[in-house]
């Protein structure tokens, strides 16, 4: 389609930490340059001349993407394109090609070690023995903290696209009952159990849906409250589902039995956030490195050949916008 394929990545060890084959994504164009960070000072200067820019969070606003006449694919290493301004993009006929389902089994056996460990308290014990109270036992063990069986629990799933069904299977592995829940903004199902009935029967929560204006703060201080008393909460999908500080709240009330999530409202947490507060009880947090194995990753390098491939032999591929 172009006899010249000059391509950017803009943001390069937002995927690759050097553990990854890119030999495959190289050879579609005719030169690829990594980029480390790009910054809005250099960002214009980086795409001129380009042909394809890669971006994993970079922004690509209409100002932008108005100055680069030569752009003609942007391919997001991710699922996300709310940092590309699609209407711009449409209008200048860029076609924007996204990854999708790459991370599933990484975010579905990260979202069950969470709701283990809440289940198990093993931060508390790990911290325990680190501080020598295990040394100093009057018995052989330490049983200072409850351990709960998964096995016989029920489980709430909020989202129930692949990963959703990933969480399912591997939460009935572990004997739980699955529950799903319906979700703001789509229409109602037999097989969704309204919001507020699903919370009131659910011994652990786990999200795994979008962020829209449905969904924003869609589980606040009212919801948490209509939890049961010890329930586990534990979000890997986007931080803004759960309004923070209602968490906070709730675990440090103690109505909560845990809580775990893998994503914050702003990321990275720059101006800090509700939930980093050292005095909250009965929280993991992990910096949104769910999705992040090598093997995820190494499919989002093979779904950004597969799409740059595409797009080059006229049939695009996981198009979000042309």
């Given at each position: 389609m172009m006899n010249k394929r000059r391509a950017v990545?803009?943001?390069?060890?937002?995927?690759?930490l050097g553990?990854?084959?890119?030999?495959?994504?190289?050879?579609?164009?005719?030169?690829l340059q990594l980029f480390e960070q790009t910054t809005p000072q250099n960002l214009l200067e980086r795409l001129q001349g380009a042909q394809v820019a890669i971006s994993n969070k970079v922004p690509l606003s209409a100002e932008i993407l108005a100055a680069c006449p030569e752009l003609k694919l942007i391919l997001v290493s991710a699922t996300g394109t709310n940092n590309i301004d699609l209407q711009t993009a449409r209008a200048r006929g860029i076609t924007v090609s996204n990854c999708q389902g790459y991370g599933t089994p990484s975010v579905a056996q990260h979202t069950i070690m969470l709701l283990l460990n809440l289940a198990t308290r093993l931060k508390d014990y790990q911290r325990d023995v680190a501080a020598g109270k295990w040394q100093q036992a009057r018995q052989f063990c330490l049983l200072d903290y409850p351990i709960v069986e998964l096995e016989g629990k029920t489980l709430g799933l909020l989202g129930h696209g692949e990963l959703g069904s990933a969480v399912a299977r591997l939460a009935e592995a572990f004997g739980m009952r699955v529950v799903l829940g319906a979700i703001p903004g789509r229409p109602a199902r037999a097989d969704r159990v309204p919001l507020d009935e699903l919370l009131g029967q659910v011994d652990a929560l786990t999200l795994h849906c979008p962020l829209n204006e449905h969904t924003r703060d869609f589980i606040g201080a009212r919801e948490l409250a209509l939890l049961k008393p010890g329930a586990f909460v534990v979000n890997t999908a986007r931080g803004g589902l759960i309004n923070e500080q209602a968490l906070a709240d709730a675990l440090r009330n103690g109505h909560l039995g845990g809580a775990a999530t893998d994503v914050l409202s702003v990321e990275p947490p720059v101006d800090g956030n509700p939930l980093l507060a050292g005095d909250i009880p009965r929280l993991i947090v992990t910096p949104h490195n769910a999705w992040g194995s090598r093997e995820a990753r190494q499919r989002i390098v093979g779904q950004l050949t597969e799409n740059a491939r595409g797009f080059f032999s006229g049939a695009p591929l996981r198009v979000v916008s042309c």
């Open positions: 990545f803009l943001d390069h060890p937002s995927l690759d553990d990854l084959d890119l030999s495959g994504l190289r050879d579609c164009f005719s030169e």
